[in-house]
């Protein structure tokens, strides 16, 4: 008898691999990446640019890449939907690198102007070099069943039922996890009808912001030195219409930075809240990476308030150093539950540590990385994190406690929390947002992308009462 057959693993040489021809330079990146964030739990947003200048890819390769690399992490469970539908097995026993190349196969073929003939055979063809000629027949089997039918017809599929599970059709259509739209429609509440515009937001590129610094630079001097054009509610916001904010002579002098328009608003909102007799003690206690503690000081020079900056990583407290650079800041390196600092401020920014699903469009892959059981802990967190705020503060003087999340659990769950605990009441944040529009019903705010085009921003304004 012989013995069982021995499938090549990867990497080695199996009777029927042939010399194939490897796939193009902004494929191979898109790849390469995709392997990076499935593997090694790498962002995307980080990886790909990196990698794309170590191998000199620029121009209308470096586009493409970019379409493939981000495209395919907004969209992976959909994706996966699909291919375990065509393959007709789940997508978790497919081996995960021959479940990248499907995934970017299935992207240029369903969302792409690629020709079908092009996205199936470089992408078979790329799995003949990764492992063997039979692992790339299952490639070309699974793509060209996928290739049969456009996007529309597969989600009319494979999609719950839009009359009896209005939450779960638009999820699965908009490529989100469930208990995601779910999370957007509670935070919409009687706005729910507006979950498609949230979620298709979460696939728009963002517009890069740029904040002013005030006192040394008007918003519309930096829009004129960038090309740039003023914003619509931060006094120090200007759009960029495109390239590398990280070039402008205006953010490499420290003139500005790049910063959501959301995260403005909240910093100049903690500068806004009304405080009796406010001697200039200002504290920011999860100051990394620093973008909201330049502003809030920039802001406070102009009344000769200095700022204590808080931030537990020593890396991300060396990125508040440079971000606030000649500015009066004092940088400590603590965990802001525990800082050891004086009580008595009269001002404090709280901007907890969160899911980050109100900035999904920044992190392309953040979607399907989070998960429920990430909500627990975080809101804990950022619990003890507002109670450690309120003990620093001293009596009249104000919180402002700040999430890039909209899930009911990390924004008003967690300010209820400490309005039933601590001697605080809260006031009605949105005058401090003022001009900004279409905020909520308060007495907190809460930003949205496709509303006002910033992150999905929560704050809420918080007094401290007399103990």
């Keep these: 008898m012989t013995g069982p057959s021995r499938r090549p693993q990867r990497g080695q040489s199996g009777p029927r691999k042939t010399r194939r021809k490897p796939l ?30 170590e191998r000199g890819i620029t121009g209308r390769d470096a586009a493409f890449a970019t379409e493939l690399t981000y495209g395919t992490c907004r969209v992976r469970g959909l994706l996966d939907a699909i291919i375990g539908a065509a393959a007709q097995r789940s997508p978790d026993t497919i081996n995960p690198v021959l479940l990248d190349l499907l995934r970017l196969g299935s992207y240029q073929l369903l969302r792409t102007r690629v020709e079908p003939h092009a996205a199936v055979s470089t992408t078979v063809e790329q799995a003949a070099i990764e492992f063997d000629s039979a692992r790339a027949g299952f490639v070309n089997g699974v793509l060209r069943t996928i290739s049969a039918r456009d996007e529309q017809s597969w989600t009319a599929e494979l999609a719950p039922d839009a009359a009896s599970d209005p939450i779960g059709h638009a999820a699965f259509v908009r490529a989100h996890p469930r208990w995601i739209a779910q999370a957007f429609a509670d935070a919409l509440g009687a706005a729910a009808g507006e979950l498609d515009a949230v979620l298709a937001g979460d696939d728009e590129r963002p517009r890069v912001h740029l904040a002013a610094r005030p006192g040394v630079l008007t918003a519309a001097e930096l829009a004129a030195a960038v090309d740039g054009e003023v914003g619509r509610y931060s006094p120090y916001a200007v759009y960029l219409p495109g390239g ?13 930075l790049v910063q959501d328009e959301g995260s403005q608003l909240v910093a100049r909102a903690c500068a806004l809240a009304p405080v009796d007799g406010d001697t200039g003690r200002w504290l920011d206690l999860c100051a990394g990476p620093g973008g909201k503690t330049a502003l809030l000081a920039a802001l406070g020079a102009q009344t000769g308030a200095r700022i204590t900056a808080v931030e537990q990583a020593p890396q991300r407290a ?13 940088v400590l390196i603590a965990d802001g539950r525990e800082s050891g600092l004086e009580p008595g401020f009269d001002r404090v920014l709280v901007d907890v540590p969160c899911t980050g699903l109100g900035a999904l469009r920044r992190r392309p892959e953040a979607r399907w990385r989070r998960q429920p059981a990430d909500i627990p802990l975080l809101a804990k967190l950022q619990r003890e994190l507002l109670a450690a705020a309120i003990a620093l503060t001293r009596p009249g003087g104000v919180v402002l406690y700040a999430t890039c999340s909209p899930h009911l659990a990390e924004t008003v769950g967690v300010v209820a929390d400490a309005l039933r605990r601590h001697p605080v009441t809260a006031l009605d944040t949105r005058p401090l947002f003022a001009p900004t529009d279409a905020l909520g019903d308060g007495p907190y705010v809460q930003l949205w992308p496709h509303r006002h085009g910033t992150d999905a921003m929560f704050a809420a304004a918080l007094q401290v009462l007399p103990r």
């Design 244 to 256: 590398d904010p990280g070039r402008l002579e205006a953010v490499r002098a420290g003139q500005a």
């Design 318 to 330: 060396a990125l508040v150093t440079e971000n606030t650079r000649g500015l009066d800041v004092d």
């Design 24 to 53: 193009d330079p902004a494929r191979r990146a898109a790849f390469d990446v995709l392997q990076a964030v499935s593997q090694r739990d790498a962002y995307a947003n980080l990886a790909l640019p990196a990698l794309l200048a």
